[in-house]
């Protein structure tokens, strides 16, 4: 299997523990770390609607809970033929990635487009004075 699979595999099966009893819109999220290890999650709802997790939050603090801080490749999943980061889940990607770290976007049957940050996100937030 290669890391494209491994990474569509990771962040189906995190969908599929989804919790979002209010929108019924399951995602998934697997993060491919420097160290070539898989982390994913899922976006969880609670009843303050809309004050919920999503998917690729999720995946990022598995990460940096296992000690790990750049992200290399990230997959999101979920049922539609188009599913993008919202926009507080593309800066934190961007705390831990890096121009180039890839997006890949999914639905439940393949991968559907790839992306940079960088088309994404060109201006994102830094301690520094330059973007990434």
Not at 91 to 113: P, W
């Amino acid at each position: 299997m290669n890391i494209y699979e491994k990474l569509y595999v990771a962040a189906k099966q995190a969908r599929e523990n989804a919790y979002a009893p209010y929108s019924d819109f399951k995602v998934g999220a697997a993060i491919l770390s420097d160290s070539g290890q898989i982390y994913s999650g899922c976006n969880v709802e609670n009843a303050s609607y809309p004050c919920g997790t999503c998917a690729e939050a999720g995946a990022v603090s598995a990460m940096v809970a296992n000690g790990e801080t750049h992200i290399r490749e990230i997959l999101i999943i979920a049922d539609t033929n188009r599913i993008l980061p919202c926009g507080n889940c593309l800066q934190k990607i961007a705390e831990f990635g890096d121009r180039e770290t890839i997006i890949y976007s999914a639905d439940l049957h393949q991968i559907n487009q790839e992306y940079r940050l960088s088309d994404l996100l060109p201006q994102n937030f830094t301690l520094e004075k330059d973007h990434v």
